[in-house]
T-cell receptor, first 114, second 112 residues
Framework: DTGVSQNPRHKITKRGQNVTFRCDPI?????LYWYRQTLGQGPEFLTY????????KSRLLSDRFSAERPKGSFSTLEIQRTEQGDSAMYLC????????????FGSGTRLTVV | AQSVAQPEDQVNVAEGNPLTVKCTYS??????LFWYVQYPNRGLQFLLK??????LVKGSYGFEAEFNKSQTSFHLKKPSALVSDSALYFC??????????FGTGTRLQVFP
């Protein structure tokens, strides 16, 4: 097992375009989380899944954001009509159960909107 | 309001000296506590966690942390700093809703 994998590592897009990121969690982990980290700040929670069910969405997640985990394995995070304020590092994490065993983070996808 | 505070933006220490990175939290109940390290343009690497039990937790790369319930603190420590420890350190608390809230991070600079 190679840990949590995120693709792409970097994405530069023009304002108004749609982007999609992928996260492959540790295979036996049933929970998957998305966080966003802006420069100089700690990560902020966006949403999380248990298997394929999306259990919670942050108020940070506007209508332009959507996340899916269709088969309870990998997840995608889509941002429609990107804005410059969406520029950030998007981090994915996974855990087995409710986090007592810890959360494993991926290396992140850095989005730059120009 | 539930929050995590890392009062120092930066900590400077000479190689070989002990280091402490401070963290306090304001969360009800008995939260899980974590420390992560982040290198430039990378994700978060797990260092250690406190769930229950012994207040002194040992983790990766020689780091340890002391949980103090009365002071609601979870300070990260290492007896002898290395230049390679220079990075951004985040304290995090797990809420009952199973999401983490993070501090704003402390940049550790270890000088040769």
């Amino acid at each position: 097992d190679t840990g949590v994998s995120q693709n792409p590592r970097h994405k530069i897009t023009k304002r108004g375009q749609n982007v999609t990121f992928r996260c492959d969690p540790i295979s036996e982990h049933n929970r998957l989380y998305w966080y966003r980290q802006t420069l100089g700040q700690g990560p902020e929670f966006l949403t999380y899944f248990q298997n394929e069910a999306q259990l919670e969405k942050s108020r940070l997640l506007s209508d332009r954001f959507s996340a899916e985990r269709p088969k309870g394995s990998f997840s995608t995070l889509e941002i429609q009509r990107t804005e410059q304020g969406d520029s950030a590092m998007y981090l994915c994490a996974s855990s087995l159960g409710t986090g007592a065993g810890g959360y494993t983070f991926g290396s992140g996808t850095r989005l730059t909107v120009v | 309001a539930q929050s995590v505070a890392q009062p120092e933006d930066q900590v400077n220490v000479a190689e070989g000296n002990p280091l402490t990175v401070k963290c306090t939290y304001s969360v009800s109940g008995n939260p899980y506590l974590f420390w992560y390290v982040q290198y430039p343009n990378r994700g978060l690497q797990f260092l250690l966690k406190y769930i229950t039990g012994d207040n002194l937790v040992k983790g990766s790369y020689g780091f340890e942390a002391e949980f103090n319930k009365s002071q609601t603190s979870f300070h990260l420590k290492k007896p002898s700093a290395l230049v390679s420890d220079s990075a951004l350190y985040f304290c995090a608390v797990r809420l009952p809703t199973d999401k983490l809230i993070f501090g704003t991070g402390t940049r550790l600079q270890v000088f040769p």
